[in-house]
Protein backbone atom coordinates (compact mmCIF):
# COMPACT_ATOMS: atom_id res chain seq x y z
CA UNK A 1 0.00 0.00 0.00
CA UNK A 2 1.36 3.57 -1.14
CA UNK A 3 1.64 6.37 1.49
CA UNK A 4 -1.38 8.54 0.50
CA UNK A 5 -2.47 12.20 1.57
CA UNK A 6 -6.01 11.61 2.78
CA UNK A 7 -6.09 15.30 5.20
CA UNK A 8 -4.71 18.74 5.31
CA UNK A 9 -4.69 21.46 7.72
CA UNK A 10 -3.63 24.25 9.39
CA UNK A 11 -0.68 24.23 11.79
CA UNK A 12 -0.66 26.68 14.22
CA UNK A 13 -0.13 26.23 18.12
CA UNK A 14 -3.26 28.31 20.14
CA UNK A 15 -2.69 30.23 23.30
CA UNK A 16 -2.71 28.89 26.47
CA UNK A 17 -2.86 25.07 25.49
CA UNK A 18 -0.42 22.19 25.16
CA UNK A 19 -0.29 18.45 24.66
CA UNK A 20 1.17 16.98 27.97
CA UNK A 21 3.00 14.27 26.78
CA UNK A 22 4.72 16.31 24.60
CA UNK A 23 7.45 17.84 27.01
CA UNK A 24 10.53 19.76 24.81
CA UNK A 25 8.48 22.13 22.75
CA UNK A 26 10.54 25.09 21.71
CA UNK A 27 7.69 27.25 22.06
CA UNK A 28 7.59 28.53 18.65
CA UNK A 29 4.09 29.49 16.36
CA UNK A 30 3.78 27.75 13.46
CA UNK A 31 0.84 30.24 11.95
CA UNK A 32 -0.21 30.37 8.47
CA UNK A 33 0.79 27.05 7.87
CA UNK A 34 -0.54 23.92 6.84
CA UNK A 35 0.05 19.76 7.43
CA UNK A 36 -0.65 16.61 5.49
CA UNK A 37 -1.95 13.42 7.12
CA UNK A 38 -1.10 9.98 5.20
CA UNK A 39 -1.28 6.47 5.25
CA UNK A 40 2.14 4.95 6.39
CA UNK A 41 1.82 1.65 5.79
CA UNK A 42 5.14 1.62 3.41
CA UNK A 43 8.39 3.05 2.16
CA UNK A 44 9.62 6.22 3.74
CA UNK A 45 6.92 7.73 5.30
CA UNK A 46 6.98 4.35 7.45
CA UNK A 47 10.77 4.61 7.81
CA UNK A 48 10.26 7.98 8.94
CA UNK A 49 7.41 7.56 11.26
CA UNK A 50 8.92 4.70 12.86
CA UNK A 51 12.03 7.10 13.54
CA UNK A 52 10.18 9.54 14.95
CA UNK A 53 8.26 6.70 17.74
CA UNK A 54 11.88 6.08 18.59
CA UNK A 55 13.12 9.01 18.96
CA UNK A 56 10.04 10.16 21.37
CA UNK A 57 9.60 6.77 23.21
CA UNK A 58 13.74 6.89 24.06
CA UNK A 59 13.26 10.64 25.01
CA UNK A 60 10.51 9.71 27.82
CA UNK A 61 13.03 6.70 29.01
CA UNK A 62 10.36 4.06 27.24
CA UNK A 63 11.34 1.22 25.73
CA UNK A 64 11.58 0.74 21.94
CA UNK A 65 8.53 0.11 20.12
CA UNK A 66 8.13 -0.92 16.43
CA UNK A 67 5.41 -0.11 14.29
CA UNK A 68 3.48 -3.46 13.25
CA UNK A 69 5.31 -5.11 10.58
CA UNK A 70 1.83 -6.98 9.31
CA UNK A 71 0.30 -3.75 7.81
CA UNK A 72 -3.13 -5.19 7.12
CA UNK A 73 -6.63 -4.22 7.15
CA UNK A 74 -6.25 -4.53 11.08
CA UNK A 75 -2.99 -2.61 11.39
CA UNK A 76 -2.72 0.99 9.91
CA UNK A 77 -0.17 3.43 10.91
CA UNK A 78 -1.07 7.39 10.08
CA UNK A 79 1.41 10.01 9.70
CA UNK A 80 1.21 13.90 9.95
CA UNK A 81 3.83 15.83 7.73
CA UNK A 82 5.20 19.64 8.07
CA UNK A 83 6.51 19.81 4.26
CA UNK A 84 8.78 16.66 4.00
CA UNK A 85 9.18 16.45 7.88
CA UNK A 86 7.28 13.87 9.86
CA UNK A 87 5.73 15.49 12.96
CA UNK A 88 3.20 12.91 14.32
CA UNK A 89 2.33 9.23 13.84
CA UNK A 90 -0.47 7.16 15.16
CA UNK A 91 -1.17 3.21 14.80
CA UNK A 92 -5.05 1.95 14.35
CA UNK A 93 -5.20 -1.71 16.04
CA UNK A 94 -8.70 -2.74 15.03
CA UNK A 95 -9.89 -6.14 17.28
CA UNK A 96 -9.54 -9.10 14.86
CA UNK A 97 -7.31 -11.57 13.69
CA UNK A 98 -4.35 -10.32 16.03
CA UNK A 99 -4.53 -9.06 19.74
CA UNK A 100 -4.60 -5.93 20.72
CA UNK A 101 -1.82 -4.11 22.24
CA UNK A 102 -3.80 -3.39 25.38
CA UNK A 103 -4.29 -7.22 26.07
CA UNK A 104 -0.83 -7.38 27.01
CA UNK A 105 -1.39 -5.59 30.11
CA UNK A 106 -5.49 -4.93 30.41
CA UNK A 107 -6.59 -8.90 28.60
CA UNK A 108 -8.76 -8.78 31.95
CA UNK A 109 -10.44 -5.52 31.20
CA UNK A 110 -10.08 -6.68 27.14
CA UNK A 111 -12.14 -9.50 27.07
CA UNK A 112 -15.43 -8.14 29.67
CA UNK A 113 -16.01 -5.44 27.28
CA UNK A 114 -15.68 -7.99 24.28
CA UNK A 115 -17.93 -10.36 26.28
CA UNK A 116 -20.41 -7.19 26.65
CA UNK A 117 -20.59 -7.01 22.75
CA UNK A 118 -17.79 -3.72 22.16
CA UNK A 119 -16.08 -4.53 18.90
CA UNK A 120 -13.05 -2.75 20.09
CA UNK A 121 -10.01 -0.56 18.19
CA UNK A 122 -6.56 0.33 19.79
CA UNK A 123 -5.13 3.95 18.88
CA UNK A 124 -1.41 3.49 19.75
CA UNK A 125 2.15 4.36 19.14
CA UNK A 126 1.49 7.90 19.26
CA UNK A 127 4.38 10.33 18.95
CA UNK A 128 4.28 14.12 18.10
CA UNK A 129 7.29 16.04 17.01
CA UNK A 130 7.83 18.60 20.01
CA UNK A 131 8.77 21.29 17.82
CA UNK A 132 5.11 20.97 15.98
CA UNK A 133 3.23 20.62 19.64
CA UNK A 134 -0.22 21.67 18.03
CA UNK A 135 -2.94 20.45 19.20
CA UNK A 136 -4.51 20.11 15.80
CA UNK A 137 -1.74 17.87 14.75
CA UNK A 138 -3.28 15.24 17.46
CA UNK A 139 -7.16 15.92 16.64
CA UNK A 140 -5.80 15.22 13.05
CA UNK A 141 -4.43 12.37 13.61
CA UNK A 142 -7.53 10.79 16.06
CA UNK A 143 -9.55 12.25 13.64
CA UNK A 144 -8.82 10.65 10.82
CA UNK A 145 -8.43 7.12 12.91
CA UNK A 146 -11.85 7.78 14.24
CA UNK A 147 -12.75 7.72 10.47
CA UNK A 148 -10.85 4.48 9.35
CA UNK A 149 -12.27 2.46 12.41
CA UNK A 150 -15.81 4.12 12.62
CA UNK A 151 -16.73 4.97 9.68
CA UNK A 152 -14.99 2.51 7.83
CA UNK A 153 -14.89 -0.55 9.61
CA UNK A 154 -17.72 0.08 11.94
CA UNK A 155 -16.34 -0.65 15.26
CA UNK A 156 -17.84 0.99 18.16
CA UNK A 157 -15.10 1.38 21.07
CA UNK A 158 -12.02 3.22 21.60
CA UNK A 159 -9.25 2.13 23.84
CA UNK A 160 -5.64 4.03 24.62
CA UNK A 161 -3.07 3.14 27.10
CA UNK A 162 -1.34 6.02 28.47
CA UNK A 163 0.56 6.83 31.24
CA UNK A 164 -1.26 7.92 34.58
CA UNK A 165 -0.12 11.40 34.19
CA UNK A 166 -1.65 12.13 31.15
CA UNK A 167 -4.79 10.52 32.01
CA UNK A 168 -6.33 13.50 32.98
CA UNK A 169 -5.66 15.51 29.95
CA UNK A 170 -7.54 12.67 27.66
CA UNK A 171 -10.68 12.66 30.08
CA UNK A 172 -11.11 16.20 29.98
CA UNK A 173 -9.78 16.81 26.40
CA UNK A 174 -11.34 13.59 24.32
CA UNK A 175 -14.03 12.25 26.97
CA UNK A 176 -12.36 9.14 27.63
CA UNK A 177 -12.95 7.50 30.79
CA UNK A 178 -10.57 5.02 32.70
CA UNK A 179 -11.22 1.27 32.28
CA UNK A 180 -8.28 -0.23 33.38
CA UNK A 181 -6.11 1.01 36.97
CA UNK A 182 -2.23 1.56 36.48
CA UNK A 183 -0.59 -1.30 35.82
CA UNK A 184 3.14 -1.72 34.07
CA UNK A 185 3.20 -1.68 30.67
CA UNK A 186 5.81 -4.63 29.80
CA UNK A 187 6.28 -3.27 26.12
CA UNK A 188 7.31 0.35 27.23
CA UNK A 189 8.67 -0.53 30.50
CA UNK A 190 5.96 2.47 32.68
CA UNK A 191 2.85 2.29 34.11
CA UNK A 192 -0.30 2.91 32.45
CA UNK A 193 -3.69 3.19 32.97
CA UNK A 194 -6.49 1.72 30.14
CA UNK A 195 -9.15 4.54 28.85
CA UNK A 196 -11.97 3.91 26.89
CA UNK A 197 -14.65 6.34 24.95
CA UNK A 198 -17.25 5.55 22.67
CA UNK A 199 -16.78 6.06 19.06
CA UNK A 200 -20.61 7.25 19.34
CA UNK A 201 -19.63 10.02 21.60
CA UNK A 202 -16.65 10.70 19.58
CA UNK A 203 -18.89 11.30 16.95
CA UNK A 204 -21.60 13.69 18.57
CA UNK A 205 -18.43 15.86 19.93
CA UNK A 206 -17.36 16.24 16.17
CA UNK A 207 -20.70 16.88 15.11
CA UNK A 208 -21.03 19.85 17.78
CA UNK A 209 -17.46 21.58 17.95
CA UNK A 210 -15.07 20.13 14.63
CA UNK A 211 -14.29 22.67 12.45
CA UNK A 212 -14.43 25.51 14.56
CA UNK A 213 -11.26 26.19 16.51
CA UNK A 214 -12.00 30.09 17.29
CA UNK A 215 -14.18 28.40 20.07
CA UNK A 216 -10.73 26.34 21.42
CA UNK A 217 -10.56 29.08 24.37
CA UNK A 218 -14.41 28.30 25.71
CA UNK A 219 -14.15 24.47 25.62
CA UNK A 220 -11.78 22.55 26.75
CA UNK A 221 -11.58 19.91 24.77
CA UNK A 222 -9.41 18.65 21.51
CA UNK A 223 -13.04 18.52 19.63
CA UNK A 224 -12.89 22.09 18.09
CA UNK A 225 -9.50 21.10 16.12
CA UNK A 226 -11.37 18.16 14.17
CA UNK A 227 -12.38 18.73 10.77
CA UNK A 228 -15.36 19.97 9.64
CA UNK A 229 -17.97 16.98 8.95
CA UNK A 230 -17.86 18.56 4.88
CA UNK A 231 -13.47 17.93 5.37
CA UNK A 232 -14.49 14.54 7.23
CA UNK A 233 -16.67 13.06 4.36
CA UNK A 234 -13.61 14.15 1.47
CA UNK A 235 -10.90 12.32 4.20
CA UNK A 236 -13.65 8.96 4.31
CA UNK A 237 -13.86 9.50 -0.04
CA UNK A 238 -10.07 9.64 0.07
CA UNK A 239 -9.80 6.49 2.40
CA UNK A 240 -12.43 4.55 0.83
CA UNK A 241 -11.18 4.83 -2.70
CA UNK A 242 -7.23 5.28 -2.04
CA UNK A 243 -6.37 3.16 1.04
CA UNK A 244 -8.93 0.54 0.55
CA UNK A 245 -8.68 -1.93 -2.58
CA UNK A 246 -11.69 -3.85 -4.07
CA UNK A 247 -10.42 -7.17 -2.55
CA UNK A 248 -10.21 -5.62 0.86
CA UNK A 249 -13.75 -3.92 0.69
CA UNK A 250 -14.55 -7.29 -0.05
CA UNK A 251 -13.41 -8.71 3.03
CA UNK A 252 -14.33 -5.77 5.32
CA UNK A 253 -18.01 -6.63 3.88
CA UNK A 254 -17.44 -10.42 5.00
CA UNK A 255 -16.41 -9.02 7.94
CA UNK A 256 -19.15 -7.19 9.08
Do not use: K
Not at 3 to 10: D, E, H, L, Q, S
Not at 54 to 75: C, H, I, K, M, N
Not at 223 to 242: N, T
Amino acid sequence: MQARTVAVAPLAMPRGMAIPSLRGSDGHRHAERTFTVRTASSGPEREHAAELLRERYSWRGYRTVQLPADQTGFRSTLSAHDGDDVIGTLTVELDGSQPLSADNAFGDVTAELRAAGARLAEFTRLAIDPGASSPRVLAALFHVGYIVAYRIRRYDTLLLEVNPRHARFYERMLGCQVVGGPRTHAGVGAPAVLLSARFEFIRDQIGLFGGRPEDAGNVRSLYPFAFSQRDEEGILARLLAEQFSDSMAAELDALN
